[in-house]
């Protein structure tokens, strides 16, 4: 009771990376709350499921293992989930902002109630006073996002529902194992007690997933674009510099809303969240979306012909000049040096 649960998503019988790095900060959360952490696995063939979670500092492992649940549905994971929750009673629940979470979250959080924020890029511990009621409220879950386009940071708070609910894109939180011989427990759920026959009115026959041809998030390098870039031949500059120093090539939303580039390489709070040793930024002003989803770079270069570019406050190493100028001498000295 008022522990934190993540509910995890699993592929092949293995954990998302999403769902463990919502448990590596839910074990932080836990510590501060000095409460449990829990996590919900829901799928078939989950034996051993526990041993992959157990090292980022899980306490208790629900598990509902059946062979109708192989295929994430809406209507039973959502019973499951929600009765669960009436049971245990947990103070806050997150989960990945996939598809799965997208999904599933609202529904959960509908059946009980609750209310949910979406797409939260950090989560704290923090108190609030609500002054007109005279209440005085300690221990709540801070939600922090963009709002209104990115020109502002929100923090959501749920002072008086539970659970607490919030969900968190891939890439966002760190994902770091607590300790390697942590030891939880599992319990299994009895399935039939928590899901009725109308919950599978609805039969996945096939399923087809195509995966994506493009690695960015794990790239220890990025060549990123923006806006700024000009147009989609200019984007091919940054496709030679990126194949000359075995880099990734990204972009940002106004890149790829301008068709110079594919939404698979967009980096941002709406794209993909990235950490790469070095990030070069070429056209990018910088706004609170994209800066969300890279800032965590170990070394950042900005490219940029406005030496005001928002982007620049928290670059490295800032170039200021005409990219189909700089990038080509880049190329030419890495070429040099490199021989």
């Given at each position: 009771?008022n522990n934190i649960f993540v509910i995890c ?331």
């Open positions: 009771m998503e699993t592929e092949n019988g293995k954990i998302s990376d999403v769902s463990l790095e919502l448990l590596t900060k839910g074990r932080s959360l836990a510590n501060e709350l000095k409460c449990q952490l829990e996590a919900l696995v829901i799928g078939d063939h989950l034996a051993d499921i526990e041993k992959q979670l157990y090292p980022y500092g899980t306490d208790m492992v629900w598990v509902a293992d059946d062979s109708r649940l192989v295929f994430y549905s809406t209507l039973p994971y959502t019973a499951i989930a929600v009765q669960l929750f009436k049971e245990q009673k947990p103070q806050i629940v997150l989960l990945g902002a996939s598809s799965f979470g997208r999904d599933l979250g609202p529904r959960v959080s509908s059946a009980l109630a609750s209310g949910l924020t979406a797409d939260c890029t950090s989560l704290e511990i923090g108190d609030h006073e609500d002054k007109r009621a005279g209440k005085q409220y300690t221990h709540l879950l801070y939600q922090i996002r963009p709002a209104f386009g990115g020109n502002i940071v929100a923090t959501i708070i749920n002072p008086d529902k539970r659970p607490q609910m919030a969900t968190v894109r891939e890439g966002v939180m760190k994902k770091a194992i607590h300790n390697e011989n942590y030891k939880g427990k599992r319990t299994d759920l009895d399935v039939s007690k928590y899901v009725k026959d109308d919950d599978f009115v609805v039969k996945i026959i096939e399923r087809h997933i195509e995966s994506s041809k493009v690695n960015i998030k794990n790239a220890s390098i990025i060549v990123a674009g923006g806006y700024g870039v000009g147009s989609k031949e200019n984007f091919d500059l940054l496709a030679q510099l990126a194949e000359t120093i075995g880099a990734e090539v990204g972009a940002s939303r106004a890149a790829v809303d301008a068709g110079f580039a594919g939404h698979d390489r967009q980096i941002g709070q709406t794209g993909v969240t990235v950490r790469p040793k070095l990030y070069i930024a070429c056209g990018i002003s910088g706004q609170i979306q994209h800066i969300a989803g890279m800032q965590d770079s170990a070394m950042i270069i900005s490219i940029n012909n406005d030496p005001g570019a928002p982007i620049n406050k928290i670059a490295d190493y800032v170039i200021t000049g005409d990219l189909t100028e700089v990038l080509p001498k880049m190329i030419k000295y890495y070429k040099k040096n490199t021989k």
